[in-house]
T-cell receptor
Framework: AQSVTQLGSHVSVSEGALVLLRCNYSSSVPPYLFWYVQYPNQGLQLLLKYTSAATLVKGINGFEAEFKKSETSFHLTKPSAHMSDAAEYFCAVSEYGNKLVFGAGTILRVKS | GAVVSQHPSWVICKSGTSVKIECRSLDFQATTMFWYRQFPKQSLMLMATSNEGSKATYEQGVEKDKFLINHASLTLSTLTVTSAHPEDSSFYIC???????????FGPGTRLTVT
């Protein structure tokens, strides 16, 4: 069975600083991996996905993530945080493109 | 493209009544729809998977008779919370999958409060 661990339930960065949100996964087969963002009282918006092509994946709003099989990681980064990036971020894994299993989420706070 | 809507966006009901939540794919045909539940400050938990024209597949621990799911068409799935109780209060989110097997598009969610 697959699982996702997100290290750090809360991350705080200054505006303009690097954003790094950590995600480690467990999967018995080559996984599909996703990062979603959720704003308060809203659904999820897909930031980016890994589907066994390039290991460095670029997404929307300047975010990117790198799939590292040896480390079973899929960390999300953004070079320069913006106030509008403050939200909750979920990493998710899917086997064979079926149901998604989500991590616990990381709330990103951006300080001015 | 790939827009999913939910209705209502929020609902308050009295304990013991039933509530129906609709999930629609607006610009694509959704062969599969998923229903998730999210408690405050927690992650999303999959409740069930529904394929058009078939019975829904429920995750372990989810009461089938309490959470009735119908996927009657390629653009509409409904979740009915029967005999709702305060502990059913939650944020319910649906997602829909079209022809791309690994892509799910999420609705905006429905906030259910049972008093």
């Amino acid at each position: 069975a697959q699982s996702v661990t997100q290290l750090g339930s809360h991350v705080s960065v200054s505006e303009g600083a690097l954003v790094l949100l950590r995600c480690n996964y467990s999967s018995s087969v080559p996984p599909y991996l996703f990062w979603y963002v959720q704003y308060p009282n809203q659904g999820l918006q897909l930031l980016l996905k890994y589907t066994s092509a390039a290991t460095l994946v670029k997404g929307i709003n300047g975010f990117e993530a790198e799939f590292k099989k040896s480390e079973t990681s899929f960390h999300l980064t953004k070079p320069s945080a913006h106030m509008s990036d403050a939200a909750e971020y979920f990493c998710a894994v899917s086997e064979y493109g079926n149901k998604l299993v989500f991590g616990a989420g990381t709330i990103l706070r951006v300080k001015s | 493209g790939a827009v999913v809507s939910q209705h209502p966006s929020w609902v308050i009901c009295k304990s013991g009544t039933s509530v129906k939540i609709e999930c629609r794919s607006l610009d694509f045909q959704a062969t599969t729809m998923f229903w998730y539940r999210q408690f405050p400050k927690q992650s999303l938990m999959l409740m069930a998977t529904s394929n058009e024209g078939s019975k829904a597949t429920y995750e372990q621990g989810v009461e089938k008779d309490k959470f009735l799911i119908n996927h009657a068409s390629l653009t509409l799935s409904t979740l009915t919370v029967t005999s709702a109780h305060p502990e059913d209060s939650s944020f319910y989110i649906c997602s829909a999958r079209g022809t791309t097997p690994y892509e799910q598009y999420f609705g905006p969610g429905t906030r259910l409060t049972v008093t």
